[in-house]
Structure formats: C-alpha cells, structure tokens
C-alpha cells in the first residue's frame, strides 16, 4: 500500500442512532474504492465490519469497527461506532482519536435520539462535524424536512452541499450544490455517479439551497463575506475553501446526501472527506503529562513515539488487537516500545490495518495513522504507548459514569475466580462496565451503562467464560449512627474459671459527631486506671463493632468514643479482652444513643425536552426527591435535584418511559440524611432477616 504521511490522512468517526446506516456506509466505503469486493449486507450478515456473532444475531454493532479506504491520494481512516445508547462508551473513544465525524441523519425519521446523543459527544468533544442524511431511497423519505430539522438545530452554521434527485423509490442521484453538476447511480452498483443534465424541475430548488449554502459560508469569514458581496456569490474554489476552514474551526457543518445501502452518493461523500475533512497533520498539540508537568505532543512524524489504545477487542481465534492512534513519531514493526500507563515493555510484532474483520499486514504507522496491534503482552484500552526513554502519559478516555448496577451471584458455587476473570478480561474490552466488591452492603456489583448493556456483559460470560450468574438489585449501602450523647457506659469482661483467666473494664462516653466526620477514638484515662498498651484495645473492638454495624449490619458512621473509666487485672488483662469489653460496651452504648438508620443521597442531573419537564419533577417528588434548581437548555431543561439513592434503583427505565428515550441523567453521591422512621423499621426488619439467612 501507498505511504501517506498526515496530511494526507483523515480520520473521521460514523456516529448516529442506532440502524441509521453506518456499517452500510462503512461497507459501501470500501467497495466503492475496492477494497472490498462485494457491497457487504448488514440485514442478511454478510457485513465484513458487523462480523462478531453477537453482531449478526442482533443485527447492530456492538463494538466498534476502525476500517479505511484510499481515495485521491488520501487515505482515509474511519471508525464505525454503535448507535445503541447503551453502548456509547465507544463514542467517547472514537471521538478522542478522529479530528472529524459523520453524523447520520435518517431521512425518513430525521433527527432521532441517538442521533442527539452521539452529537451531545461530539459537540462535547469539539469535534468538527458533517451531516450526511442517509436513507434517501427509503419510503417516507424527506431531505426537506430533515435539512429543516437541523437547521433549526444549527441556523446557518448548516451548509447544504448536495441536492437529491427524486426520494423514495425515484431517489435516482445528487446534485452537486458547489459545482452545480448531477449525477447518477445504479442501485447497488459501484458507487461512482454518472454525470447527468441537472433536471430542469430542480432549479428553483437548487436556486434556495445553493443561496443558503452561500451565505452560511460566507458568515464565517470576513474576506468572503466581502467577496460574496462584491461579486453577489463565491466560486467553486472560495466555496470549498470556505467549507474546510469553517468545519475545522468547527463552525460549519456541510449537509451531504446519500443511500449507503444501495452505493449511492458515496464518490461525493468520499470527495467531501478529501476535501473538508481537517487531516490528521491539522490536530493541534494535545497536552501529555510527564511526571507532574505538561508536555505538549505534536503531530510530527521526527518527533519521539507515542500513540494512545482506544480500544481492545479479542477475536475468537485470533487473539487481542488494540486499536491505535498515533500522535507523533513512528510506531514501527519489531521495535520495542513502552505501555507508560502500566509500566510494562511491549514488542509490536504483529501490525495490521483493520477493515472489520479484514486484515492487512503494516510494517509501521506514522503520527496521525490508526492501525491496530495483535498479542501485545499486557496493554489495553486507554494505555499510552511510547518510544524507550520518552515517560510521559497520553490524557486517558474520559467513559461515562456507569448508571445502572447490579449484584450479581455465582449460580454455582466455586466459580467466583472464573466469572472475577471473566469480567476482568470484558472489562479490558469495554471498560465503559465496572465490577467490583462492595464491602459495606456484601455485594458483588456490575455497573453498567443501561440494562442491555448488563445483559451484554451476561451474555459474554456466559458463552467466551461459560459461567453464569443471578443478578438481584444492588442493596444500598446504608449507614448507623446516633442522635444523642450518652455518659458513662460501662462494661466488664471476665473470664476466669478455669485455665488462663481473661480480665478487662471499660467506660466510655459515646458522641454524635457532625454528618461525614467519621469516627474519633479520645483516650480519657486519668491515673492508669488502664494500663497504656490496653488502651488502644478498646478502640479496636469499637472500630470492629462498628464495621458490622448493630441496628441492621451496616457501619457505623459519625460517632466519638471517649475511653474514660476501667480497670485492669495484674494477671488476667490482656489485649483480647480489652477488644472484646471495647466491643460490647460500643454496642451498649450505640443503643442508649438513639441510634438511626442514613441513607445515601445522591445528586442527580436530569436533562429531558422541555414538554417532559413537569412529568419528570413530578415523578422525582413521589420518589422523596427534592429538587433544587432548573437550567434551561435549547428545548431541553436539566433538572437538579437530591434523591435517596434507594429510590432511583430502576431510574433509568422510568426516564426512558416518561420521555421515550429522550431523556438522560448523571447522577452522583452527595451526603447521607436519615431514613424516615416507618420506613427505617420495615429496612431494619428485612436486613436482620437476610443477614439470618446469610449466617445459616
Ligand atoms: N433503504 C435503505 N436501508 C438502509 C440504508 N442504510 C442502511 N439501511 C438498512 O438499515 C439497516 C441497518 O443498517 P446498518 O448499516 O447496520 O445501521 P447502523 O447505523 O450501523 O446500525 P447500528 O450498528 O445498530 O448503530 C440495514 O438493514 C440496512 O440495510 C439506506 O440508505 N437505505
Ligand atoms: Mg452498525
């Protein structure tokens, strides 16, 4: 394959909602420029990219696929993501490594919300971005409607660069909005138009678009808003040039056409890529960390070696590739290099170029390539690699805050090592799932990003780990503590029949302490009435009493122990019996004190369209929330509000239902109140029950 060095390359993510056409365009792509040699089929499982078995079974991408294709001397990297929300952890890779995307608009449903979400990302990420509306051949299909969509989103910063000939089973071509040509394409064929006459009955149409195109280009330069003015338009040339240097500034998004399944638009999409997507030479230098201090990395392919892995994916009977970006330096067959993140060397010894599950030996990659590595020893997703010698860490990929959780159980017993590393190895391919053990309510937790996603992971274990699980919803993670002081609790410890004898008294006063202070052991001993070295016994069993906890087997939280009175044996006093004494007066204390049940409460953030405002307050009210604020959006509102975390468990199913799908939440703990007392009772109860149970 040719050499390209990063002005000649671009890379550019596929986002939308899910079934809008990425994997079709992905496939349509590498056809089109023959890299492939036949228009692969995501409906029939024929897909180079959708390959994985899940894949075909549930007819998406689950894991995002890189591919790339080599067009006017350009080579042209591009990562096809999945339009499953539960699943966009793999945007917010995607979006670290490309300095543009596609976003896919449907033509018959327009703007859909998966599509709003993978913009939210992008945007988030200052992504450069063009609209491709795709679709066009389907029933129902309307570009007007679905221009107007975004431009009422956008204003003018929407250019429309292309025109549909017909829709629907007529749509036939495109016209070209910049040089005023039209073209024709077979359905299913290869991709490149035939030229045709612009249909007359388009002028007064081509007329308005190409005036809006005009004027959104010209607004975002002032040398060709002079121009546009002077001359009453712009040329082809100071078009195109406008259009580049507006989407890399990020401030003007081309509108393109297309029907990826059919092969139709894709030499123009291919040529707009060429021509306004910013290369991968114009990222600007991102900021490293060496040590503590920054250190800027620019794209340059003399400069030392370092590429960032976004992504790990195992194949059944191949192994593991990381997916690599490289920002500077070359990144080179054989020669070692280090994983600065884990501390480890790596050789490369196996390079590839990916296109799906399609392979192609590479021998290096330059600053601004993708390319993917197999059988590293012990790198994964988010690592830094770098030349020897070079210590510095690339910013790792910011994933979402899991939503969603549950506790999972062992459906046989003894496969606790086995489902451990199981989900560690998945956790290394999409770390946008955590697990781990909670040891204040005794739980296993995976926490996800929505319920498909749990049941994805599930899956995995089940058919690459072959074990199972049950899954039961999380218990909270509550909290004792008590509400008054009480002075003078006193407790003896004796054990002295019979063999060596035990001996231990103690008093203490016991103290509410403000909410989040912890726990404060005072050492109030006067005279020796306990012997120094015993002292700190007492707090010891305080401290293990409290990590049990006593009124329903969670820890103890906000209290002050004051260790004021005792007495010790000359024989029989030993540290055990100052442990156990320690533990029972705690106990006989924390009773006298009013003690209460807390339980988490957690911030939550809930940004929903305008129209479901008033369904979504009322909903968190009736789960004990309190709202605190509103920030009005662009027809969405987010609102802030405080609910007891035992209450949001199934949130993001009640979300999805009020405002179907559009809504979305972050959530995040803020401090611990008091359960109200009935409700307390009936916690109480069922915790004593379980911790029986769990006992026996
Ligand atoms: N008629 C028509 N169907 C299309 C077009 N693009 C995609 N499809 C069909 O829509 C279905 C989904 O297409 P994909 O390419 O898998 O969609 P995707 O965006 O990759 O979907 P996810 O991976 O789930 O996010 C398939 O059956 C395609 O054949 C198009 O332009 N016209
Ligand atoms: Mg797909």
Redesign the pocket.
Request: glycine fraction near 18%; aromatic fraction near 4%.
């Given at each position: 394959m040719k050499k390209y060095d990063a002005q000649s390359i671009r890379n550019l993510c596929f986002v939308?909602h899910?079934?809008?056409?990425?994997?079709?365009?992905a496939e349509a792509l590498c056809f089109t420029t023959k890299g492939f040699p036949r228009l692969g089929?995501?409906?029939n499982g024929t897909s180079t990219f959708?390959h994985r078995a899940d894949e075909k079974e549930r007819r998406?991408?689950i894991s995002m696929h890189p591919g790339f294709c080599e067009w006017k001397e350009t080579k042209i990297n591009f990562l096809?993501t999945?339009?499953?929300l539960d699943l966009a952890g793999d945007i917010h890779a995607a979006v670290r490594v490309v300095e543009s995307a596609v976003v896919?608009v449907d033509a018959a449903s327009g703007i859909q919300v998966g599509t709003e979400c993978a913009l939210r990302i992008v945007s988030g990420a200052n992504l450069p971005h063009l609209f491709l509306i795709?679709?066009l051949?389907?029933d129902g299909a309307d570009f007007e409607a679905a221009l107007s969509a975004l431009k009422e989103q956008f204003k003018t910063a929407i250019a429309p660069v292309h025109l549909p000939i017909g829709k629907g089973a007529g749509f036939k071509g495109i016209v070209d909005l910049i040089t005023l040509e039209a073209f024709e394409y077979a359905r299913e064929g290869s991709g490149i138009g035939q030229k045709i006459e612009v249909p007359a009955g388009l002028a007064d149409s081509i007329k308005t678009h190409r005036l809006a195109l005009m004027e959104s280009v010209a607004e975002t330069d002032e040398t060709l808003m002079n121009a546009y003015f002077d001359k009453g338009e712009l040329s082809v040339d100071e078009l195109r040039q406008g259009l580049a240097a507006g989407l890399a500034r990020n401030s003007l998004y081309p509108v393109l056409c297309?029907?990826?399944?059919?092969n139709m638009g894709t030499d123009l999409l291919l040529d707009a890529m060429v021509q306004f997507s910013p290369p991968a030479a114009s990222r600007k230098e991102i900021q490293a960390l060496e040590g503590q201090a920054q250190k800027p990395v620019a794209c340059s392919p003399a400069a030392p070696m370092t590429a960032l892995v976004f992504k790990t994916i195992s194949e059944e009977h191949i192994g593991e590739f990381n997916l690599v970006r490289v920002f500077s330096g070359r990144l080179a067959l054989g020669t070692e290099v280090q994983n600065n993140t884990r501390n480890i060397s790596e050789k490369p010894m196996n390079l590839y170029l990916l296109r799906g599950h399609d392979r192609t030996e590479a021998g290096e990659l330059v600053a601004g390539d993708i390319g993917a590595l197999l059988k590293l020893k012990g790198t994964h997703t988010s690592d830094t690699l770098a030349d020897r010698g070079q210590n510095l860490l690339l910013p790792p990929i910011a994933f979402p805050e899991p939503l969603v959780s549950i506790a999972i159980h062992p459906k046989t017993k003894g496969d606790e090592d086995k489902i451990g590393l199981g989900l560690a190895k998945l956790r290394e391919e999409d770390p946008s799932f955590t697990f781990k053990y909670h040891p204040d309510i005794r739980q296993e937790l995976i926490s996800a990003m929505g319920d498909v996603h749990i049941d994805m992971v599930l899956d995995n274990l089940k058919s690459r780990f072959k074990v199972e699980v049950d899954r039961t919803p999380p218990r909270i993670s509550y909290r004792e503590t008590v509400t008054r002081s009480v002075q003078y609790v006193e407790y003896a410890h004796k054990k002295q029949t019979g063999g060596a004898g035990q001996y231990a008294k103690v008093a203490i006063d016991l103290e509410p302490l403000p909410r989040g202070s912890g726990y404060e052991f005072v050492d109030k001993i006067v005279g020796g009435v306990i012997d120094q070295p015993f002292r700190p016994a007492v707090d010891k069993g305080a401290r293990a009493k409290m990590e049990t906890g006593i009124l329903a087997g969670y820890p103890i939280v906000d209290v002050r122990v004051l260790l004021v009175d005792g007495k010790t044996h000359p024989v029989d006093s030993k540290d055990i019996a100052f442990q156990i004494a320690g533990r029972e007066v705690f106990k006989l204390a924390f009773e006298k004190a009013g003690p209460i049940l807390l339980e988490p409460i957690v911030d939550l953030r809930v940004t929903v369209p305008d129209k479901n405002t008033g369904d979504v307050m009322g909903d968190l009210s009736s789960r004990r929330g309190k709202i605190s604020g509103m920030e009005p959006g662009v027809s969405y509102q987010t609102i802030v509000a405080k609910v007891p975390e035992a209450e949001i468990q199934n949130y993001s199913q009640a979300l999805r239902s009020i405002t179907q799908g559009r809504g979305f939440y972050t959530k995040s703990f803020s401090h611990y109140d008091p359960v109200p007392h009935e409700l307390a009772r009936k916690i109480i109860e069922a915790s004593k029950k379980e911790l029986k149970e769990e006992t026996e």
């Open positions: 939308s899910g079934g809008v056409g990425k994997t079709s365009l089929k995501t409906a959708d998406m991408t096809d999945p339009g499953f896919l795709n679709g051949d389907k297309a029907s990826a399944a059919l």
